[in-house]
């Protein structure tokens, strides 16, 4: 029995150790946050080069998998239903203005509307008239998308912890991380406050619903906000946010025109990879000269930023694993685009049944990994109650719930 008990507290200690039946990838433990932005950054890219709205829906079925699967009880992991519901806004509005400017360039007549004639400095400008399904199609196919692509980045945010996220942010971005990472912060937390400003109004009896309710939910949710702004101020003043070290200014100049121009080297090599239309040829070159210098610069100038981590995070071979998933997803679809290119792209004149692949197929898989993959976060429903087979020592390990640096032990002793 001390035997046993002695190598469970050990796999419990060491994720990465223990018995061979536990598989150190199934671990209750948070992921590292950028392995879950690289995977969602790769079904983003593979849904940017596909209009297929077969592919689209099976990357979104998949982003809604993992986040089930893989998502905490924290606030900004309940927000992945507002990005749902935006991206049905936006399928719903590339089809409205598809309809409002001109949807009649097709062959098959969905409806007729009545027209509203413009001056002729307006020419090639319609609104209403006859509405043709390929139109009404393509809008359709543009806004799922630009959807998708929402999908996937709010499945990043849903699943990635943002207090983590700022510690692994380079020293030489500590400012600007600390401003993007609030920025995320921000939908996550209003969406907590609605709720739980809902919820009070329901314990209190209050009937109003629609702009009657909004009165009584703005109010509430706008000073939580604002209590919630003076918190966070306040705690990273006292944890010397802003300081920095003494560097001469001619340094300073040389590392912060590195970190730009290798920024913007990175952002043209993504659009230049992203966008299918433009030379492939230079978006890859591009985007590794941006990376390499942007490195450079970061190290350089990370030296004037005095910060300590505490415990942090380290890249395993689960977060290799999730980050590969998304690589190979978006790797697979480019591979389908130059096998198939008119499978990704489905025309809309003539109608024609939209098709997937076996490597489309393939991508999906891939992309659907990190929900097997990936180890489940502490206080999770598959962690909470023990399987069969399970060791009841096991159950009694240690676990850490929350953010690494201010977690408590749980369990019993």
Sequence with gaps: ??????????????????????????????????????????????????????????????????????????????AFRMYLVLGAVIIAMRVVFRIVFGGGQGEHLLVSLPEIPLPEWAAGIRLFGPVAVEQVLGGFYDGLRL???????????????????????????????????????????????????????????????????????????????????????????????????????????????????????????????????????????????GLVVAVTGMLLAGRRVRRSRYRPDRWRSAELLVAGCGIAAAALTLLAGSVAPELLYPPVSPLTWPEVTPLMLLAVAAAAGPAWLAPPPPGSPSTRAPTAGTPVNAVAAPTRTGDPATSVPGGHP
């Design 1 to 78: 029995m001390t035997e046993h008990r002695d190598g469970v507290d050990a796999a419990a200690a060491d994720p990465e150790r223990g018995p061979r039946h536990w598989s150190a990838a199934r671990l209750p433990r948070g992921l590292h946050p950028g392995a879950w932005w690289l995977w969602a950054l790769g079904l983003a890219t593979a849904a940017s080069h596909t209009t297929n709205p077969l592919l689209l829906a099976l990357l979104v079925a998949v982003a809604a998998l993992t986040v089930l699967r893989r998502r905490t009880d924290a606030p900004w992991a309940l």
């Design 147 to 289: 959807a998708t692509m929402l999908v996937c980045l709010g499945a990043a945010n849903a699943l990635a912890n943002p207090k983590r996220l700022l510690k692994a942010v380079p020293g030489a971005l500590y400012a600007v991380g600390t401003a993007v990472v609030v920025a995320l912060s921000v939908a996550p937390q209003l969406v907590e406050s609605v709720l739980r400003v809902r919820r009070a109004r329901r314990l209190r009896g209050a009937t109003g619903r629609g702009m009657r309710a909004l009165r009584g939910i703005a109010l509430p949710v706008l000073a939580d906000a604002l209590d919630r702004s003076l918190a966070l101020a306040a705690a990273m003043d006292s944890r010397g946010y802003g300081r920095t070290a003494a560097v001469p200014a001619g340094q300073r100049a040389a590392t912060g025109a590195l970190v730009l121009g290798g920024l913007v080297g990175v952002c043209a090599g993504t659009y230049g990879l992203l966008d299918s239309t433009g030379s492939g040829y230079l978006g890859l070159p591009m985007l590794l000269a």
